[in-house]
């Protein structure tokens, strides 16, 4: 199985499909392209008369980079609103009920699917999008974002601002310290290496999950020796450095904010998901610049700079940039329908 085959869904097998079971499998055909940290896609589902149960699976979590499962959770948010907009564009209408309790057998999220004529248009708008948008850890183009897509940006934000708000331009720099501490303190743990080199793939790779090479800008030549060299040496200066660079050309900075709670954090994952749609719709890239988050101490000094009641989950760059043309893998759906 190729890198791409996940990506290649044939919207029109789905009119072919009677079975109600089958058709909402196909709708996780979707749901499984949404992004994860590391591309460990921590996911799987149980289909049943209603609907879908949601499932975390904690196989998959990143006790370094994640120790509190906060990306992990957003994750699985993200998988549930490419299911709900998969679902909108096929006739179904689709209501999420969050369950809280601790144990890690039960589902963390039900969604149920009612056939409709009248579906969310919200979300019908995004589906072209889900299986065009990529992480772009690329450099993105030293101009500002155009009228037309700021607007939408900003009527996004002013909708979710719970959850999402603009980082101000005199606040940049600070930004660009933070991650640059952050870069050199994690990248100095030798176990954060560790878990990284982990999930880090040969870009002709025919795993199903991690990040291929070829998405740090390392050749496919050379993409066999990336995580060898990780593993041994600390680029956190050098990584710092290319940090700096990226979100200095960026054209705006974006940050996610929610409560810690599993409900907050999967609400969260919900709407970057329906952001990062936004963006590819818009013909804007985008890519994850989270290391101050990941950082105890540095995550409290950036909730004292954003001003949020709630702390900071996610932290973006945004900009007009080469589009990636090739996707990171993904499990096929047997693999995560119990």
């Known amino acids: 199985m190729s890198r791409s085959d996940a990506w290649q869904v044939d919207e029109s097998d789905f009119y072919e499909i009677e079975n109600r ?9 979707y749901a499984i392209l949404a992004p994860s940290s590391h591309n460990t896609q921590p996911w799987s589902f149980k289909v049943t008369g209603e609907g879908v149960e949601v499932y975390v699976d904690y196989t998959r979590r990143l006790p370094i980079a994640d120790p509190d499962d906060r990306e992990l959770l957003m994750s699985i948010g993200a998988a549930i609103t490419n299911l709900r907009v998969a679902a909108a564009h096929f ?76 980082i101000v331009h005199h606040d940049r720099q600070r930004i660009v310290q933070l991650v640059s501490v952050a870069d050199r303190m994690l990248f100095s743990n030798d176990a954060f290496r560790a878990e990284l080199t982990h999930w880090i793939r040969e870009s002709e790779t ?6 291929c090479a070829d998405a740090f800008g390392i050749p496919d030549s050379l993409s066999g020796l990336g ?3 990780l593993r041994r040496f600390d680029v956190g200066n050098a990584q710092a450095r290319r940090n700096q660079e990226l979100i200095d050309e960026a054209a705006g900075l974006l940050v996610v904010t929610a409560d810690d709670d599993k409900v907050s954090l999967l609400r969260a994952g919900e709407v970057v998901e329906r952001l990062l749609l ?5 013909g804007l890239q985008y890519s994850f610049m989270n290391e101050p988050i990941e ?15 709630r702390p900071p989950q996610l932290l973006l760059r945004i900009g007009y940039g080469r589009p990636i043309e090739r996707p990171q893998p993904r499990r096929r759906v047997e693999q995560v329908v119990t």
């Open 21 to 29: 079971r089958d058709q909402i499998e196909f709708l996780l055909r």
């Open 91 to 166: 006739g179904f209408d689709t209501t999420v009920l969050y369950q809280n309790r601790p144990e890690e057998t039960l589902p963390v999220a039900i969604v149920a699917l009612r056939e409709t004529c009248a579906t969310d248009g919200d979300l019908r708008r995004l589906f072209a999008a889900i299986v065009a948008r990529r992480t772009n850890r690329s450099e993105f183009e030293s101009r500002p974002i155009d009228d037309t897509a700021r607007a939408a940006l900003c009527e996004f934000v002013d909708e979710q601002s719970e959850f999402v708000r603009f």
């Open 206 to 211: 025919e795993s199903s999950d991690g990040i």
């Open 227 to 229: 995580p060898w060299f």
């Open 278 to 282: 936004l963006l590819t719709t818009l």
């Open 295 to 309: 950082v105890a101490d540095l995550r409290t000094d950036l909730w004292s700079m954003i001003r949020s009641p």
